[in-house]
């Protein structure tokens, strides 16, 4: 179910060029998120801007009722997000989505850019941190496929190492790891562990996803895409958020935003 | 003593003048977690047509200054699910029901109205005639007083229900449009739906809505819609639904003082999921403040005569 | 090397596609001690009528949601008054100087032109068809083709210099009024004029604007006027100039892109008395980063077809 | 000559309920500006607001090369405005308008509300605190009128009584001094003075200058009114902020915002 709340700022920091970390009291939400879930955040009081953005959850913490959003300055309203101050009021729609599915299979998550957001949440769930029963992530491998354009933005690196993932690296300057696109790592990634069965994770640009489809379906790997398109109400009321599918245009604010690669039309 | 909010659209009556507006509000399910629905006088569901409609490729919307485009192309599950799937949940709501109808066609419009005047749990129906008239060369049925006329005496003879007819402000003169409604037997007049716009990414020199032009919503139109309203108050008798860039108590008051004798919520959703009730608690706040006894007073209560001398 | 600016429309030059609008730059002279104005492609006077105006009782204006109203009223001093006293500092200035005309018949307007092409200083004329009509029932010359034709061929007949026709946005289809400016000897047009708007003050129940209803202009309506530029560079050959909420260069852009051959500036110069020289400079900064040599390349180089597949 | 430039904010405090006094580092101004005239500020750097907003230069400091302005909260613009930080800048237009004028003849001024703004700086100017020539105020009798709703909005009292100018109040409450209008105190103050040659200068709403504009005008007393109107350009381009006089309309920016009473129809 999803809510409208008045989160409070508890820290809002940059981390990397361009990119910054918000902490937000949320108890409602905080206690029902999950990995690939969503919030919907009014950054203005009036008309800049006028509509609602959303943000992954990229960490939900139920004990201290807090939840955290890594965003990227694209555009006004992040910039304006990025000047809230701490105990400043945040109004939030949450968690909105279907998020990720998983069992205990292996995985392979593959980030590019912002996308590492709500792919660190799915890591640490996969990984058990988050549940006390089994706190070496069940025994599962997570791989975690982080692309970016250079080297000063690869993000959360040493965070998911010590969650226990294997990190991987590419980027396109070859600043750092393999020099190329993050899916060329997939499809090397894949290859090595043709043997193995696992699912691939992704969230990234629309043309990395694109890719990591292709690669996936091909080789009838199961795969999930976590996908962002314009958003007005980000309830599925307005049809606003359309992705085409074999059976017509689904929403990706309600019906997503991870959606089975085989399910979208790219 | 509480003012009274109740109005009366036709032969409807409302609990109160504020009405979700179509399209912004889905079938009314998608906002039941986060408001008290039947706290509204009332809500219009997205467009029905006969057949189901896949809807425009996305991009779909865009903000733009104080407003937004969408080009959602009438999506829709049809008629027959319609009535099969989201009827269910609207059937004994305590809060009005009208049904927005669109189509290609007169017959179009005549066969959803009639099949759907058939079913319980609707309070009647509110006529989208922006859309392109297929037979007329794709200009929408609400840009000339005939095509008006056609459609909406056509539609009035397949129902009982009250027929609001919802006029597009992409016309010259609004009022032989509101004019050709009332006579050919609309029981009110909404307005407006979007204007048309366009937005365009210069970066990659494309249009940012895969349709290239979309209707224009938001704050950014009010001025328009005021406009429009008051010079269709001037014309006809029948209720007048004001629409456009509501997003707070003042901006409702604005229409009802103008002649509006309700008003639609749409893009002020989207902003705030709570846009309506907070209209509707200001509405009779400012009822209270201003020993208003009941808010049909102030519907028409524009000042005409110059304040001062001189 | 410096990217090249210039554009022509008809056989006006313009060193660089950026004019400030009608009614929002007065004679020029307001803005001299601000701006350099020599460094526009041109403006526009405030219209100018056969005799004399006084324009309309105040409050004249009032601010929306990214947009005003305004209701001036054509105040003016007249044909001979500004040829007396505005014409002289027109005179030799290193600048396009268009003169914005309106009338009340076809007469006036012929009339005007006639005696404004007598003189020196002036290098073309923009027709303001925004006017009501005092034969026609006061509906907008630019409302119907049959009205601009008249207007259009009448003035063409009466002047050399080049003339735009200024279009009105306020219209069903801008399509067939394009096509009448068009035909009847129009060397430009210019679009778009204000949109009718209203706002009311609900403290005192009056309409906000003395005339009650006015003009809207401002960002808000951009996504309006470019989605009405566009439709108009499908329809002529004729080159188009954008107007309409241009705040900053992203905006004149959008607007060049879609067609237009040049923009014009209103409301932006309320806002800042700087914003045609930074949309200036943003251009030429434009074009230098994205390698564009000349301006007229972008003109109109809006990609239509879908990106991706699917 | 107008000038355009971006005023640095020294301070901007609240000094009545509701009312903020902001000190803007403005050489050009500073140095130009004469009591009565205005400034045209640009309070959003977006649309919120959209159009500038005049205020009335409230002091002018040459030597420190600053200004002042004191305002009310009224809506969004002036709401905004009181939000701005110290050291922010300001994007202004100025000095505009004709400002009044005066030799050395007696005065009383007349200010309703926040009228008082251009009144003190006349005040100032009258008395000769600005130059250094005729300290004492060249030995005229400068009487101020301040009218307001109740004792709380009675503003720059004590600070025209240290000027030399001999002060009285109306309270529409009461609260303090006259209670009643200021216009009958002004009524009041011609009696008492009618054998003595002076001119009237008056700020305030539109009703009470019209008050002042009758009793003065019928008892021949030279009358000057500093007036407002919605104003869009601020430099005489739109015609947006027209008073009606006997010869037509006339702009408020560059016509006015002084007028004299009998030359325009409120
Ligand atoms: C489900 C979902 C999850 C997201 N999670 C994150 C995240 O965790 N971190 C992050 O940095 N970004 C995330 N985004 C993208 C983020 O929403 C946009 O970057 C943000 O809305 C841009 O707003 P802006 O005002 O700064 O930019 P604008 O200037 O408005 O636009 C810049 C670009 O952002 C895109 N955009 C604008 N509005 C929306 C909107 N309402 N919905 C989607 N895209 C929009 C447009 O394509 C535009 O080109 C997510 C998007 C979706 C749909
Ligand atoms: C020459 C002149 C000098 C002024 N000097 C002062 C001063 O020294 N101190 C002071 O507090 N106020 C002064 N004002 C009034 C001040 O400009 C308005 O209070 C201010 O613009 C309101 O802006 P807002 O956004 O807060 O209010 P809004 O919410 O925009 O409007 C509130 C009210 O203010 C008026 N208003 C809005 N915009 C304008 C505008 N552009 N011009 C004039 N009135 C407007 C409207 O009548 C409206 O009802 C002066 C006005 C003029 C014309
Ligand atoms: C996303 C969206 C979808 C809409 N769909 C419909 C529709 O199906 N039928 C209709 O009559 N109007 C539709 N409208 C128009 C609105 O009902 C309303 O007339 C318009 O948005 C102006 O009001 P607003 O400014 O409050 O949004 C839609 C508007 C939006 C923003
Ligand atoms: C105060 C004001 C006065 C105007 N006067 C005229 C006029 O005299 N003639 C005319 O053709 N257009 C006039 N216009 C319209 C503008 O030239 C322009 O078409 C319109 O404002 C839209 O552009 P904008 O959004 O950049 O302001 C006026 C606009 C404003 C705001
Ligand atoms: S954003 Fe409205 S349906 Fe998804
Ligand atoms: S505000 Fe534009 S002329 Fe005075």
């Known amino acids: 179910m999803i809510t409208q709340a008045v989160g409070r700022v508890l820290s809002n920091e940059q981390v990397a060029p361009g990119i910054f970390l918000m902490s937000l009291k949320l108890p409602w939400i905080a206690q029902r998120a999950k990995p690939g879930q969503f919030i919907h955040v009014r950054i203005g009081s009036q008309f800049r801007p006028l509509l609602r953005r959303p943000f992954s959850i990229y960490r939900a913490d139920a004990e201290r009722e807090e939840i955290q959003i890594l965003y990227q300055l694209v555009g006004e309203g992040t910039m304006r997000l990025s000047e809230k101050g701490e105990g400043e009021g945040l109004d939030c729609l949450g968690p909105i989505g279907n998020g990720f599915w998983f069992r205990r299979e292996d995985a392979v998550l593959v980030s590019g850019g912002i996308g590492i957001a709500p792919l660190f949440f799915l890591a640490e769930a996969m990984l058990g941190k988050m549940s006390s029963d089994d706190p070496r992530g069940r025994g599962r491998k997570v791989t975690i496929l982080i692309g970016a354009s250079s080297r000063d933005y690869l993000m959360r690196r040493k965070e998911l190492e010590l969650l226990g993932a294997e990190v991987r690296v590419a980027t396109d300057d070859g600043s750092e790891g393999y020099a190329g696109p993050v899916t060329e790592l997939l499809a090397a990634t894949l290859q090595e562990n043709s043997d193995r069965a696992f699912s691939v994770f992704a969230c990234g640009p629309r043309p990395m996803l694109k890719e990591v489809a292709r690669i996936t379906v091909r080789r009838r790997i199961p795969c999930q895409l976590s996908l962002e398109e314009h958003m007005a109400c980000g309830v599925g009321a307005c049809l606003g958020c359309a992705v085409r599918t074999p059976s017509g245009y689904r929403r990706v604010c309600v019906d997503g935003p991870v959606f089975d690669a085989e399910e979208v039309i790219l | ?310």
């Not at chain 2, 179509?22 to 977690?33: K, N, P, Q």
């Not at chain 2, 397949?158 to 609309?186: F, H, M, Q, Y």
């Not at chain 2, 608690?281 to 049909?296: P, Q, R, T, V, W």
């Open chain 2, 1 to 310: 003593m509480k003012p009274n909010l109740r109005v009366k659209i036709g032969s409807i009556e409302l609990k109160n003048p504020v009405l979700a507006a179509s399209g912004t509000f889905g079938y009314g399910d998608e906002y039941a977690d986060l408001i008290d629905i039947e706290g509204l006088g009332g809500f219009v569901t997205k467009a029905i047509t006969l057949l189901p409609r896949e809807g425009n490729a996305p991009p779909r919307t865009v903000e733009t200054p104080a407003g937004m485009l969408n080009s959602i192309g009438l999506e829709n599950v049809g008629v027959e699910a319609f009535i099969a799937e989201k009827l269910p949940f609207l059937h004994g709501l305590e809060t009005a029901v009208i049904v927005n109808i669109a189509g290609s066609t007169v017959e179009e419009y005549v066969e959803v109205t009639r099949r759907l005047s058939e079913c319980d749990g609707i309070d009647g129906f509110e006529l989208n005639i922006s859309c392109p008239n297929v037979s007329k060369g794709g200009l929408a049925f609400g840009s000339s007083p005939e095509t008006v006329s056609e459609v909406v005496s056509a539609t009035r003879a397949s129902t009982r229900l009250p027929l609001i007819v919802k006029l597009t402000p992409n016309v010259t003169d609004i009022a032989p449009i509101a004019r050709a409604a009332e006579d050919s037997g609309a029981d009110a007049i909404s307005l407006i739906n979007t204007l048309v716009g366009m937005a365009v990414d210069v970066q990659t020199r494309r249009p940012k809505l895969a349709s290239v032009t979309g209707g224009l919503s938001g704050p950014a139109i009010k001025p328009v819609a005021l406009a429009m309203v008051w010079k269709a108050t001037q014309t006809v008798r029948i209720p007048i639904i004001g629409i456009g860039g509501i997003l707070n108590t003042m901006d409702a008051l604005e229409f009802l003082i103008s002649g509006a004798s309700a008003v639609q919520v749409g893009t002020g959703n989207f902003v705030d999921p709570r846009c309506t009730m907070k209209i509707i608690d200001g509405l009779e706040h400012f009822c209270e403040e201003n020993h208003i006894a009941k808010i049909s007073d102030l519907v028409g209560s524009l000042q005409l005569s110059t304040g001062g001398a001189g």
